[in-house]
């Protein structure tokens, strides 16, 4: 069976500090990949997208970036935090190809930037 | 662009009331639309979708039907217990191969005994 790993699963950072999550998925090759945000009192936000390894779709431009450098590992990343990056993290698959395909989600990262 | 917009929550229920959770969308095409679900402290899992026009989806007792004419995905439940507090979201996976979703701001629901 498929599943999604996301870590870690809360983070305190300062401003300032660069970050790094990874989410990675077992059980199934050449998933779409996807990254959330779900800021405080707000829906979800896609951030980023990858068809394929080394192939990123950034959906709204922000200080963070993404990178798929394995075909089940994609990493989210920022040289420098903003308050304003605070929120909760969703990793999300999908197997195949076309709009009426479920996504799966990882549990989620907590991210605080004080 | 593509958007969902849902009703805004908390909505607090008795056990064993009905639920209604509005969502209308706005898309190009012909999008298909889900139900996700977020327990407390879990990550989203899918509740329901529905692919076409009139189209049902159906799970644990909650429906929603998919409704070009009035770009509606209304998401009910007859009879809701305790365990159906969660936030619900509904979304939409835009046409084409990336599957991508637009979200809903998510409903908070509290049941009571």
């Known amino acids: 069976s498929q599943t999604i790993h996301q870590w870690p699963a809360t983070l305190v950072q300062p401003v300032g500090s660069p970050l790094s999550l990874e989410c990675t998925v077992e059980?199934?090759?050449?998933?779409?990949l996807y990254w959330y945000r779900q800021a405080a009192g707000r829906g979800l936000q896609l951030l980023f997208y990858?068809?394929?390894?080394?192939?990123i779709s950034s959906e709204v431009p922000q200080n963070l970036s993404a990178s798929r450098p394995q075909d089940r590992q994609f990493i989210l990343s920022s040289k420098k935090l903003l308050l304003s990056d605070s929120g909760f993290y969703l990793c999300?698959?999908?197997?195949?190809?076309?709009?009426?395909?479920?996504?799966?989600f990882g549990p989620g990262t907590r991210l605080t930037v004080l | 662009g593509n958007s969902v917009t849902q009703m805004e929550g908390p909505v607090t229920l008795s056990e064993e009331a009905f639920l209604t959770i509005n969502c209308t969308y706005t898309?190009?095409?012909?999008?298909?639309l889900f139900w996700y679900v977020q327990y407390p402290g879990e990550g989203l899992q899918l509740l329901l979708k529905?692919?076409?026009?009139?189209d049902k989806g159906s799970n644990k007792g909650f429906e929603a039907t998919y409704r070009k004419e009035t770009t509606s995905f209304h998401l009910e439940k007859g009879s809701v217990q305790v365990s159906d507090s969660a936030v619900y979201f509904c979304?939409?996976?835009?046409?084409?191969?990336?599957?991508?979703?637009?979200f809903g701001q998510g409903t908070t629901l509290q049941v009571k005994p």
């Open positions: 999300a698959w999908m197997s195949g190809r076309g709009a009426y395909n479920e996504q799966f």
């Open positions: 059980g199934t090759s050449n998933p779409n």
């Open positions: 990858s068809v394929g390894i080394g192939q």
């Open positions: 898309a190009t095409g012909y999008p298909s």
């Open positions: 529905a692919t076409k026009a009139d």
């Open positions: 979304a939409l996976s835009e046409s084409g191969n990336t599957g991508k979703l637009i």
